[in-house]
């Protein structure tokens, strides 16, 4: 396996291909799983507004293509959504499939849910045709994310949409307690803020999700919603959730510090030692603020 950059979010940036060992994995598939359920609200909000378009234009969604669909939580949204559409999760990962098969199994969606392990490098026409294309965070994945969009753009049905989400800010977590420093959570966000602008240009390949709207253009797709959604909820007091807030705080901590005060700083590395891991309830009072960036396209006429 060859080594691997992680990208501003702390997923590998990697291709697939080349990095089957990191996404392929069993832990990494839960802690997906983990993070998709935090931002179960945006999927939801981003899917509405698909149901919408093809609402809007008389089309009965059939068939659903969830591309780069990892642990299945988003498949598992479009399946409740689109109630009279089959649909199909792709991922290059076993390990991602495994866990949306699952998911869907304990759903009770197994009957229009089909999983299917391809790499998004490759072509795609074996999947069939589809009225929407869906690819949430993963586009970024891909070699050359325009030439994947135009191989997904070959998969829609007249008048198909491709539905493209990626995050749009890192994820930001506060808590009630302000660690005796009032105002903390507000100057660490801020500082989140300007340790990513700082870094945005250098992120590997397309990161950046401002860059999306022209490979679309590029890529044969008019785009009809350009929008970024938001939302902050409050973090379950379980373990799964426990560790997935632990990796985000130490991110924070390592990504931080040039930026933030040092006052700052040490009190926020003093309150992650001070937890013990994996205790339940550990993290009470957290809230996990989420944004995605929402691209939905249609093909330009040929
Ligand atoms: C960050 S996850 C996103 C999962 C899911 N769509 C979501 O929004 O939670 C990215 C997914 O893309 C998959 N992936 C990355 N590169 C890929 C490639 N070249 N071919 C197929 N799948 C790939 C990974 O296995 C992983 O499941």
């Known amino acids: 396996m060859l080594g691997h950059r992680p990208d501003r979010h702390g997923e590998p940036s990697s291709r697939l291909h080349s990095h089957g060992d990191t996404f392929d994995s069993t832990r990494f598939a839960a802690l997906l799983e983990v993070e998709g359920e935090l931002s179960l609200g945006l999927v939801e909000e981003a899917i509405t507004v698909c149901a919408g378009l093809f609402d809007d234009a008389g089309v009965q969604v059939r068939r659903v293509i969830d591309l780069g669909c990892g642990p299945g939580v988003g498949t598992a949204l479009l399946t409740q959504a689109f109630r009279s559409a089959s649909v199909l999760a792709v991922d290059g990962s076993r390990a991602m499939l495994e866990r ?101 240009d250098r992120m590997p390949g397309a990161m950046n999700a401002e860059a999306y709207p022209s490979m679309l253009a590029a890529a044969g797709l008019h785009l009809v919603v350009d929008r970024t959604l938001v939302g902050t909820l409050e973090a379950p007091p379980d373990a799964a959730t426990n560790q997935f807030i632990a990796g985000q705080l130490e991110r924070t901590v390592r990504d931080l510090a040039s930026v933030a005060t040092e006052t700052d700083l040490h009190a926020l590395r003093t309150f992650v030692q001070r937890m013990p891991p994996s205790t339940e309830g550990r993290w009470h009072g957290a809230s996990i603020t989420s944004s995605r960036k929402l691209l939905i396209a249609r093909p330009t006429a040929d």
């Not at 949430?136 to 008048?159: F, G, K, N, P, W």
């Open 100 to 200: 949306a098969e699952a998911r869907a199994t304990r759903l009770g969606h197994a009957g229009r849910v089909e999983s299917r392990q391809l790499d998004l490098n490759e072509d795609l026409a074996s999947l069939g045709r589809c009225d929407l294309a869906w690819t949430a965070m993963a586009i970024h994945h891909a070699d050359d994310e325009v030439a994947t969009l135009q191989r997904i753009r070959s998969l829609l049905d007249s008048r198909g949409l491709v539905c493209v989400l990626e995050r749009a800010d890192p994820t930001f977590i506060r808590f009630a307690d302000d660690l005796g420093h009032p105002g903390i959570w507000n100057r660490l966000e801020a500082a989140r803020g300007e340790w990513f602008e700082s870094v945005r």
